[in-house]
């Protein structure tokens, strides 16, 4: 007879081994809707893979959002692929966060997805979109977005771009409660966006004059530029936008956590507690639920061209 010890040692190492894998997104549950309508819930639509492996990792970032959000008391947080199969699940949101591509690819745009968001958000839903997803192409929707959030991003006068920053907060707001200025390296942002007259900066921090690229960015040099925001319609809901949040591994900043997290506790009208959002975090929380996505095209050798031999 086998010794039953080893073969449990077996199995737990077989265990890690399968729970090591980043790309094993299996454990996270998906669309499940809240047990009791008393807890506070909020919809956490991620984006469909892009860009490289460690940066824009919208499916592993929401998880995060997800694990952390479930740590605050009488918060349900629902986790969704881009948009729910059953949209049931968002009946009675108090939030919606949203990160993933922009200019259009957002999974809402779609007339009937869009009626059903705008909808929710005049009833007073609060509105959070995170890194790209700010970028909206301009026309009558994005009018609404900007109100809804309190900014959003065009082409026409914004910028964007990676490089390092070091941020810092601004003001007194809930959503800044335990945030300290941070530096964060490498990472990638959008800014100069067209804000509604009541937006509120939270975070800002002084960007490349190289980087602007528009006309009216231009006009601009050295000024702090605006990274995270609240707005707030009198009487109506909130948004809350962070346009950081290209690079995974800036979830690893304190300050960036905390920020995202209270912001989005705020825009849904629940208290931030003082001090701010209190969560667990290891660096491995880091290395998992990524994306597996393809590894970049192998650059083509150059040819040599023989110089002529001259006599």
Known sequence: MKNPLSIFVLLGVATQLFAADPFDQSAVALEVDAPDA?????????????????????????????????????????????WPKNEKVLEGAKAIVYFGDGGGKQ??????????????????????????????PKGP????????LGGVFHSDIGCRGHWDMDLKPVGEHPALRGVKPFAAPGDGWLYNLHFASETKPLLIGA???????SADAKKHLGRD???????ERSGVGRGFGFTGADLHKSWGYESQRKLVVNGILWSAKLT??????????????LNRNLDKKA???????????????TK
């Open 38 to 82: 008393k807890l506070a819930k909020i919809v956490l639509l991620a984006g469909t893979p892009s860009s490289k492996s460690g940066a824009h990792e919208y499916f592993a970032g929401c998880a995060l959002l997800q694990q952390w959000l479930k740590q605050q008391p009488g918060v349900w947080p629902v986790m969704v692929r881009e």
């Open 107 to 136: 999974p809402f745009v779609e007339p009937a997805r869009w009626a059903k968001l705008s909808k929710m958000i005049e009833g007073g839903t609060g509105f959070v979109l995170l890194h790209q997803a700010v970028d909206f």
């Open 141 to 148: 929707d994005s009018e609404k977005v900007k109100s809804w």
């Open 207 to 213: 960007v490349p004059d190289k980087s602007r690229t």
């Open 225 to 231: 530029e605006v990274i995270a925001w609240a707005g």
């Open 272 to 285: 931030v507690p003082e001090g701010g959002a209190k969560m667990d975090f290891t660096e491995g929380d």
């Open 295 to 309: 590894a970049p095209a192998a650059k083509a050798p150059t040819k040599t061209v023989p110089k002529p031999v």
